[in-house]
Structure formats: structure tokens, C-alpha cells
Antibody, heavy 121, light 111 residues
Framework: EVQLVESGGGLVQPGGSLRLSCATS????????MTWVRQAPGKGLEWVSA????????YYADFVKGRFTISKDNSRNTLYLQMNSLRVDDTAIYSC??????????????WGQGTIVTVSS | QSALTQPASVSGSPGQSITISCTGT?????????VSWYQRHPGKVPKLLIY???DRPSGVSNRFSGSKSGNTASLTISGLQAEDEADYYC???????????FGGGTKLTVL
């Protein structure tokens, strides 16, 4: 059974940092692209970042470029999102999702439950 | 990066068919087939309904179908059932910003 479990969320002050993790199991992690998606309170889904399954190339939404870094550890089957210079409008539930293939542009076929990030003073 | 445009809400009676549109720009939909649709019930994780514009993952009912024409993608649900009541999101790779865009979401009400 495919499982994705996020952790690392919490309350942080503006300008602070958090590192999210997404522990996976039930599939060959290195073969798939992975992505982070967020949903702010009362808003829709918003794509944040992706990492390809082959060469590990990374991609970011404009609103997180230079602040967030996506990475993965194939030996631990774990995806990460390092979030720096956090802003109030980064407050959201952050979910990891598996792409349908090794291509980061492909659909998201498995999702985690998400971890809550609250940025507030 | 503007979100793709979806109607905020649609409704239909059991047994009827409804179509949800998803409108973007040429850079959002042109030159590729990376368009997908998701169903999300309250408190649940999103479920992939359609990928590659019109392909269904194993286990998804053939009542769900997808298409694309020009700058608009569409999700059609035929034979509406009560359990189809949910939020629906489209998503597409966009070459304009080398990213993925989601639609704002459409709330489907089954009357």
C-alpha cells in the first residue's frame, strides 16, 4: 500500500524557517517525481514545488523561489521542503504528492494528509 | 502565475450530466497533454480522476471523462450520483512560468 506521511509543520514567526518531511512507502521512491502542494485557509489548491524522479531537477512556483528548497533522500524514501523567510501568507496545509511518472509535469496520483504550517507573530 | 479559471459552483440532479470548465491561456494548455482533474471530499485527500487530458486511472468510474479544446479543458460527469458531491480541481503544466497551475476549484452540488 502506497503511503505518504508529512511532518514538520507548526507555528513559526514571520521570517522564520521550517523543514517539512514526507516519508513514503509502498513504491519505488526513486522512480517517481514528487511535489508539494498547499491549501491556505478557505482557498484552493496551490502548487508549490516539484522534483523530478530522474536527475532530481527542481522546480518552484514564483512565490517561493529563493525562499523554499525541495530535496529528497532516495535511501530514506523521503521528500523534504526547507522553508525560509516565511511570510504570513505562507500559512497553509502543505501536502506532498506523488507524480504519475518520473516527470514532474505529470498528474498527482497519491497524496498525503498534509501538515499544518502557521506563520504568525 | 494566475490560477486557471473554473466556475465556483455547478449543480445537477441525480442521473444528469454536468460539465466543469477550466480556462487558461495558450501557454497553459498548448503543446502538451499534462492536464489533470481531482475530486476532493471534505476532510479527504484529493483523488486523481483524469490525467493526460482524458485518461482515467485504474478504478475511476467511466462516468468521469476529460477533454481539451484550445484554451479550455473540461471534466464531464455523467449519471450524477449523490456521492459525486465534492470539490473538483483542474491542474495543468504551464510553459509560461515552467510550473503547474491549479484551477480555483468548483463545488458540485447534487440536488
Amino acid at each position: 500500500e502506497v503511503q505518504l506521511v508529512e511532518s514538520g509543520g507548526g507555528l513559526v514567526q514571520p521570517g522564520g524557517s521550517l523543514r517539512l518531511s514526507c516519508a513514503t512507502s509502498g513504491f519505488t521512491f526513486s522512480n517517481y517525481a514528487m511535489t508539494w502542494v498547499r491549501q491556505a485557509p478557505g482557498k484552493g489548491l496551490e502548487w508549490v514545488s516539484a522534483i523530478s524522479g530522474g536527475d532530481g531537477s527542481t522546480y518552484y512556483a514564483d512565490f517561493v523561489k529563493g525562499r523554499f528548497t525541495i530535496s529528497k533522500d532516495n535511501s530514506r524514501n523521503t521528500l523534504y521542503l526547507q522553508m525560509n523567510s516565511l511570510r504570513v501568507d505562507d500559512t497553509a496545509i502543505y501536502s506532498c504528492a506523488r507524480c504519475h511518472s518520473s516527470s514532474w509535469t505529470d498528474a498527482f496520483d497519491m497524496w498525503g494528509q498534509g501538515t499544518i504550517v502557521t506563520v504568525s507573530s | 502565475q494566475s490560477a486557471l479559471t473554473q466556475p465556483a459552483s455547478v449543480s445537477g440532479s441525480p442521473g444528469q450530466s454536468i460539465t466543469i470548465s477550466c480556462t487558461g491561456t495558450r501557454s497553459d494548455f498548448g503543446g502538451h497533454d499534462y492536464v489533470s482533474w481531482y475530486q476532493r471530499h471534505p476532510g479527504k485527500v484529493p483523488k486523481l480522476l483524469i490525467y493526460g487530458v482524458s485518461d482515467r486511472p485504474s478504478g475511476v468510474s467511466n462516468r468521469f471523462s476529460g477533454s481539451k479544446s484550445g484554451n479550455t479543458a473540461s471534466l464531464t460527469i455523467s449519471g450524477l450520483q449523490a456521492e459525486d458531491e465534492a470539490d473538483y480541481y483542474c491542474a495543468s503544466y504551464t510553459s509560461g512560468s515552467t510550473s503547474v497551475l491549479f484551477g480555483g476549484g468548483t463545488k458540485l452540488t447534487v440536488l
